[in-house]
């Protein structure tokens, strides 16, 4: 019984969250093949999908009790431990949790496993620290190496379900309670995922997924959560410390408590656990606090143990060898199991002894058959003794298992009729994984499968159903309980209700209240739910500190976030500089988070408008710069007023002061000192003019928007802070006149006359008047001949200087009237 395996074993050990699976995962598929057994089907079922995901379908196996998925070219198995191949060679084997070795019904399924399941090349076996000393006695060649956990785990203390943190998972140990803990988590906390092992895979999986996603922040379980399922926990609550083990209700052991109070923290992140009571048998004692925390439990001192290849030749021999004690001192006989005791029962039925004859290891395989019903030992055994018969005879009659099964294949009725369906099908889904007990195996696998996973979805439906029921007659009966006890929740459109009452809606952090809430019968629900809206709000607000720049917007004059209004612009120091005010719904915060949250809305602001108009900033620094030579301070503080655009005009004395290291400055700055105006070329474009405008609207009215595109508008439809000039009965956008001013002074020839290129101008569609008017403004006269036109009819001009202050343009008289006249027509 000792181990005498050449090949080498390994005995991983060490707490939850070490990394210990992965491990094994890593090792297996590094080899030609393996095998893994697991404490649980879900743990089984999980682990396989990531192997076919790293290897393929067709190459990966799944053998559990109710669950058979064996390519015919499967090189990697996934079982549970019941299921390992004992007939098979894999290069790689490895059993988890090998310390439940102790468990009273399955612990000798473990040790025989421990004994016995080898790979030829590798061997692992995983397990915590407890198991050190028979690893020492029953593998001495092993070697052990210690995992240590990855993140601390510590205890916070006793808190209400109402206060447990988010990312949390309440442990029950019955059905009853684990649906009731998941239904007040639904009225106080909006939602939590469910993960019983009695679940078919697909559901858990969902609920699991549920949960992993952030759609719901809670998850109630049994202690399954604490066999290695991977879960982003950040805090584990006990919701009790006994459970019934099959044979009697006892306090949860040290070991057991760690077990499932590591699956808190994942990786390096830390992981707290508590209770939900801060007192009573349910509580924890500070030595088992102590214990937890520091990792440090009784060794193990001895492993159930039970014959694992016994004589089959016989009924007596067979009950003989199962009954048989063990010869090493560290293993125990394993307390009489279900299968043993069916076993017994059956034979004292001299018919069945009288059957069994030549067929006993037929005999002990229907006696392996679960009892997932709990229907007890008698009815059990009548069930199985009914299956031997019609086994000992060939198969199954068709017709019997077709009608079983279609009788469960019901989702009607209350929830403990369906869970009793559910508890059923798992027994037929078990036979039909025999391989040799029906006449069509797969068809009736797949069939009672998706009757397992059906029965699985509709008890959560009808326990729903039952709540919500259940719910709205003790609200009705309760109102006058006060308030702050009634369930209020927060869907994700922020529909806030209570119980099943729409009383408002939360948009952002504004709640405005449902018309048909005003009555006055609903006034303590109206009370409740603005107790409840504080912590909505704080994590709102939390949301929107952590939120990226691009979830928030100009809408108007108002700053968004996330599509909510929570900030209006404001005139700042500057028009470079506004200021974002907080909306008055946001008065609901305190005031150290209202702040951050303030500054968190200023910094966006602050960074988008130096995105979006560059220029201002600068010009607001050279503004206020104390080295900046007078001229350049006031050209500077004037643009800046004009958000980017000014008329050359109205700092014509400050222009002209402009230094040669002021006017590179300023084109540095991005800025164009034109012949009539000083501008930034980048905020005549659209995508300018929303921040323009708004910036504008904080010191007085706006001009109409352009339309995105426009060169020349009618005069009266354009202004020159949108970046139009007025020249004549047009308006001319200023980076197109400043092309023209510089096209004409690039064609003249001193003060001579010269007629420029109209080419420019008739191109974006200057009528002769415009184009008058603006050589007017730019300093040139009109040149007279004796028919008021040059040969060719182009108008001539010439250079007079600078161009004159407005008081000194002068609408043409005389000949250059006639002139006019002439290039209008």
Known sequence: MRDHDPARVTAVLGPTNTGKTHLAIERMCAHSSGVIGFPLRLLAREVYDRVVRLKGAEQVALVTGEERIVPKGARWFLCTAESMPTDRDFAFAALDEAQLGTDAERGHVFTDRLLHARGREETMILGSEALRPMIRALAPRAEIVERPRFSTLSFAGAKKISRLPRRSAIVAFSAEEVYA??????????GAAVVMGSLSPTTRNKQVEMFQAGEV??????????MGLNLDLAHVAFAGLHKFDGRRRRRLTVAEMAQIAGRAGRHHRDGTFGAVVEEG?????????????????????????????PELSSVDALIADLSRPPADPVLRAAPESLDLAVLRRLADDPAIRARAKGQVPLLWAACGIPDFAKLGLDPHARFVARVFGHLAEGHLPHQWFADEVARLDRVDGDVETIAGRLAAIRTWAYIAERPDWLREPQVWAARTRSVEERLSDALHAALTQRFVDRRTSVLMRGIGAGAGRLPVAIDAQGEVTIDTHAIGRLEGFAFSVAPEAGQAEKRLLLASAERHLA???RRRAEALLAAEDAAFGLEGDAIAWAGHRVATLAAGPSLAR???????????????????????????LDTTVAKALPALARLTE?????????????????????AGIVPRLAI???????????????RAAGITIGALDLFDPRLLKPRAWPWRSALLALRGPVPARPPEGATVLPRGEAALAAGFRPLGAQAVRIDLVERIARAAHEARAGRRPFAPDPALAVSIGLEPGTIARLMAELGFRPVPTKTGAAEDGAPRWTWRGRPPARREVVEPRGAFAKLAELARG
């Open 578 to 604: 506004p200021k974002a005010q907080l909306d008055r719904v946001l008065d609901c915060l305190d005031s150290p988070l209202r702040d951050r949250v303030a500054k968190r809305v200023q910094a966006w």
């Open 622 to 642: 050279m503004a206020r710069d104390p080295a900046a030579t007078p001229a350049l301070r006031s050209v500077a503080g004037a643009l800046e007023a004009g």
């Open 181 to 190: 803990t998941a239904e007040m988590l639904r009225r106080l906390r909006g």
């Open 535 to 537: 912590a909505e709000r």
């Open 652 to 666: 014509r004395a400050g222009v002209e002061a402009l230094t040669a290291a002021d006017r590179h400055r300023l």
């Open 281 to 309: 048998p349910e509580a924890f004692e500070p030595e088992e606090v102590l214990a937890i925390e520091a990792h440090r439990f009784p060794r193990l001192e001895w492993l159930y143990w039970r014959e694992g290849a």
């Open 217 to 226: 922040d809670y998850l109630v379980a049994t202690d399954a959560i604490g």
